[in-house]
């Protein structure tokens, strides 16, 4: 066997290795959470990992995965478009107005939409591109007025989200939001969700909480997480894409 077929061999099953932890881990929060098997859906965050490894995930049943630029996104989904079934990309990251077009060309999920404004601009290219993004509200669940990762404040989620809900190629399917570090993930998820279940009085059927990572998962289910978004504890240390 050659050098690079035991690597990729080898690099598979370190994959696995960290997958089957992971959906472990998950399983055990949702019984410790009295929530159903099944009931959260595994993101896995490929940002700064080659395509390959992207490959490796699809290969082992993940679907889903998540990136934060625009431009490595954009080379991945195309290097991947022959996938059966087809992978569904998400998009994390702050995205600027002026690359909102481009991110609609790709992206099958939009997380970070925390202003009208971007909302717009991907609806615009959306409807070019002859697409519907799925599209959920990052909320800011940084205390006070410190200065965070972006989001739109908990108190302003309504009324963004029935601008959003209005605008064409855009589905609002729910919120997603980042526990501040340092500080207690009890308190910022238990916010998120109750903010979640707001939005579903404003807008029926968007009731998906994306939150956790791989440091506080648990505390994520905990709190009515439907969806968690995993990079590092299943691909490892971040790896240089070039």
Known sequence: MSGDSSAGVDRAAEIAAGLSEVRTRIDRACAAADRPAGSVQLIVVTKTFPASD??????????????????????????????????????????????????????????????????????????????SIEILLQVSLDPGEAAGRGGVRPADVPDLAARVAALPGLALRGVMGVAPFPGDPDAAFGLLE?????????????????????GDLEHAIRHGATHVRIGGAILGKRAAVG
């Open 54 to 131: 992207v490959r490796i995930l699809h290969d082992l049943g993940c679907s889903e995965v998540a990136e934060n630029k625009d431009q490595e996104a954009r080379a991945k989904a195309a290097e991947l478009a022959d996938t059966a079934p087809a992978l569904r990309w998400h998009m994390i990251g702050q995205v600027q107005r002026n690359k909102a077009r481009s991110v609609a060309a790709w992206a099958d999920v939009v997380e970070s939409v925390d202003r009208l404004p971007l909302a717009e601009a991907l609806s615009a290219g959306a409807v070019a591109a002859n697409r």
């Open 194 to 214: 109750s903010v979640g279940r707001r939005l579903e009085t404003v807008a029926p059927g968007a009731d998906r909480i994306s939150a956790g990572m791989s």
